[in-house]
């Protein structure tokens, strides 16, 4: 970012690169005490990371106090801040900002608000300039410094749920999160997985990200059910994170990531996150060394078969939706509907939509293509599962004790790739299913996903969940065109959100279809 450049707090707070961040850093330190007073006094987190992006660049996020997303409306007071570019305009938003909070005692509210970072060199600069803006708010605060960003997410839920804790005197520490997910798996692997079965070994590619941290600490707590391999797990060397590797590379590429490329077994079940484990994928090479993706798609699928089935067998009145985005694959759709019976929703790019919209139903599955979700279950929900009648046969409370458990082993805040990989290491134990098992669920259509540089990524607007180009005017019917003489065609441009690109995706009855179509639209965009 230039001297000159906007800040915009977009779907993953603000992102650029490292050295043009301090600003931004700071105000979102100011934005978050402001929120905190008007929860009166509720945790407020705030994550400096870039999760996917290359090392040199990093990025802050705002973390509401129900450890979801920040509410929405506070998305523009946040750029607005940010923007302020002298201290008489910085007095000026934050003036505009308390007409907003609509809470007359809010300024006698103490502000409360936790930190943490993923591994990036910049981020203990950050931190510390966060820390300072903290502090000239009179905050009270405390950096539980190298976390994964669901880990603050899923430490703020619990903050702010729990009346003993209070910031900085008496939290909950990491381990209460490594206690919950284990102990949750466990009992779960106990109950459900016939003993026979054994010990499952999955191999983790940590994209040398703050998710090798965590997984160190918690793989022994998981046997004797799970034997984790990590790969890529170097956070010393800064310069390694994402580097050809982690969930990203792997879903892009569809290939596999440093570290397993010609080492790898045949069928031997591996997962790859992102830098500050948010995402994961899965994959796996057969015997003839083909690669094999499972992505978020995959995951989403299989939770929701697992899901539906608990919910007939318990016999209580649960909704279950899921929730997709436009990059999901066309086949995890159909098989939803037609095979599930599941109504598939199609929500705009970004957690925080589909979030908001699985919160609509009793249990919510909710997965981007690229390995980012989780499964939510509705308070109301909870109460169900926890009033089964004193009649209720075997089978419901086998089912109801399934729903439960999963209910604490996924994280409730937001997508987590370690909650989200023990939940798939359970369902396919239960299920008694191989990697192949899994993927031949349903087909995927095959599909590309590409990045293309333009001048100003603004200028592409879209309509119908992302699905459709509004602007640049003309380009979308062009695109119609190229797509019209292939069978199951689809594709569509959109700006990202977190870089400075448009991303393209298309998907066909076959691969050569894609290679042609996904060349056409990248050599259109040359133009833009
Ligand atoms: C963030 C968002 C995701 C989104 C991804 C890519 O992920 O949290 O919801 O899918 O960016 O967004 P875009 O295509 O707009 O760049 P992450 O893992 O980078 O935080």
New binding site residues.
Partial sequence: MTKNTIYTYG??GFRGKADTLEKAVARCGIAACLRSQQLNGQTIGVMITA???PVNDNGVKIIDANGGMLDQTWEPLCTRLANASSESELEAAIKEIETVIANPSYSSVKPSVVLASDTRPSSPHLSKTLINALQSRNADFYDYGLLT?PQLHWLIQAINENSEYHVPSSIPHIESYYKTLSSSFVDLCKQFVPFETGKTKLIIDCANGVGAIHLEKLCSMLLPFLEIELVNKNTEQTDLLNKNCGADFVKTTQSLPAGLSGTLSPMQLCASF?G?A??VVFYFVDSAKKFHLLDGDKISVLAAKQLSACIKASQLDLKLGVIQTAYANGASTVYLEDELNIRAECVL???KHLEKAAREYDIGVYF?A?G?GTVVFSKSCLQKLDTLPANATGEQRSAVNLLKGLSTLCNQAIGDSISDTLMVVFLLQVLGWNAADWLNMYHDLPNALAKATVRNRFEFVCTDADRRLVKPSGLQQIVDEIMRPYESARAFI?A????DAV?VYVEASSQKDVDKMMQAIMELLTVY
């Fill in positions: 779907t993953a999760s996917h992006n960003t992102d500050d948010d995402r790019t970004g957690v981007e690229n980012h959109r990202s959100g977190t870089e991303r």
